[in-house]
């Protein structure tokens, strides 16, 4: 039995009117409303919060500031850090609000606050329409939308901060308000990659962006013999492609039931955002010439099959933790580290990804969004997922050693939605990291407008002083 049964002040009258529903230790359903996507967080709310509709989330947050209880934010639930729970706490859990509404002539989507990438493909694509999202189709909106957004269509379209048009916020002191270029222009800038602390975003509208249902799409599969060949010519190749071409390096050691087999591998994946097939198929004929591939999978896709491909690898439950670095390199050093690094794994599931960036993301002028990394020609997110306890000391252990690795090589900036839970005492030094010291001062500028009491503290932190 649990010893760490937590308590609420009062009964929650204050909470009686709620549209939603309110779970509190104790009830049949409290752990399962408490339980996150990274089963290394275990933590045990006071009270869970479950919005039945965007006027749900003012009284939640003016209960936990009355009764001086830690706040938690929950959208989607992906957020690999855990910030969507608290122990002892309030957590506002916005999964019931994942409405998503297309306006087809106008290329507009709104989008609850708890909807995943999922919903929004399923909604866009009878339109050929998609919005600039994450690389697995049950991330949530709101989280990664609020650190930035980097996907497989980021070279297209941008980052998905870049097609955030507006959004719906309730602030600290309960108000709701809407934000857009015009309106709260401050409180804007700062949604579009400052993460979850200005407020709790009920909705976002995003612009759509024309995209084939089915794409020309695949995966270019390596053996360990291979591996520093096929980076060194992915290199070269992303030098000349146009931006409707993203491709994501990855190290995979799967897990033994995945149906890849035993060995580790290399995975050049990659999708073309236009109709034209052909043209698709021909750029990427040189690369398979100049890295000729063990095994491949390549040929049209629908656009809903291929962004939810590598959904059944990390189901909810998972363990996770993640570190990234923003490169600009990969010449035979570079890709000796990683080689070296990765082949010394042995344990399912290590891996990394590496995103070709630059494209629409990296045109959009340096300091218009709190973005930090535009100008990097590669990120990658340096993971490690996995299903029991008795690995946690291993499979962290290698993610930090590969992230020490590849300091030497990093360029400015880091992507808070890559970023672990670790135990950062000095939030003002990880921030000035990430964004670099006059994004933050503006950081910090916002969050002393809209939330001067530090009320929306657990995530990536900008504390207002």
């Known amino acids: 039995m649990d010893d760490r049964r937590t308590t609420v002040p009062g009964a929650l009258d204050e909470l009686r009117d709620v549209a939603g529903t309110v779970v509190r230790d104790g009830d049949p359903d409290y752990d399962e409303a408490r339980r996150v996507w990274n089963g290394l967080i275990d933590k045990r709310p006071a009270a869970v919060v479950r919005a039945g509709a965007p006027e749900d989330v003012a009284p939640a947050i003016a209960y936990a500031r009355r009764h001086d209880l830690p706040l938690a934010v929950r959208g989607g639930g992906h957020g690999v850090a855990g910030n969507g729970t608290v122990d002892g706490g309030v957590v506002i859990d916005l999964a019931g609000l994942r409405t998503v509404e297309v306006d087809p002539e106008a290329r507009t989507v709104r989008v609850g606050g708890g909807a995943t990438w999922g919903d929004v493909d399923r909604a866009t694509v009878p339109f050929e329409l998609a919005v600039p999202g994450g690389v697995v189709s049950t991330t949530g909106v709101g989280g990664l939308t609020l650190g930035g957004g980097v996907g497989w269509l980021t070279r297209p379209f941008g980052l998905s901060i870049d097609s955030l048009l507006g959004a719906d916020v309730v602030t600290a002191d309960g108000r709701l308000v809407h ?52 980076l060194r010519a992915w290199d070269t190749w992303t030098r000349e492609i146009p931006d409707e071409m993203q491709s994501i390096f990855s190290f995979i050691y799967p897990p033994p039931d995945a149906g890849f087999g035993e060995d580790p591998f290399y995975l050049l ?176 500028e916002v969050k002393r407008a809209w939330d001067p009491e530090n009320v929306f503290r657990l995530n990536h932190n900008i504390p207002p002083g």
């Open 269 to 444: 994946a990659f999708a073309w955002a236009s109709p034209d097939q052909d043209e698709g198929a021909r750029l990427v004929e040189p690369l398979r010439r100049a890295a000729p591939p063990d095994m491949e999978e390549v040929g049209p896709t629908p656009w809903v099959q291929w962004q939810s491909a590598f959904d059944p690898l990390i189901p909810r439950g998972t363990r996770c933790y993640m570190k990234n670095v923003a490169f600009d390199r990969l010449d035979a050093e570079v890709a000796g580290v990683l080689v070296r690094r990765t082949a010394a794994q042995t344990l399912p599931v290590a891996a990394f990804d590496i995103h070709h960036m630059g494209g629409a993301a990296a045109r959009v002028p340096a300091g218009s969004t709190p973005f930090p990394a535009r100008s990097s020609r590669f990120l990658t997110n340096m993971y490690a997922f996995w299903f029991g306890p008795e690995h946690d000391e291993q499979q962290i252990a290698y993610t930090r050693a590969l992230a020490a690795d590849m300091a030497p090589f990093a360029t400015v900036g880091s992507y808070v939605n890559f970023v672990g839970q670790d135990r950062v005492e000095d939030w003002r030094a990880q921030s000035l990291a990430a964004y670099g010291q006059a994004t933050l001062d503006r950081l910090v």
């Open 179 to 230: 934000v857009n270029e015009a309106e709260h222009p401050d409180l804007y800038w700062g949604l579009r990659g400052g993460g979850g602390n200005f407020g709790v975003v009920t909705s976002f509208t995003f612009r759509a962006h024309p995209l084939p249902a089915t794409v020309y799409a695949g995966n270019l599969i390596y053996a360990r013999p291979h591996w520093e060949d096929a």
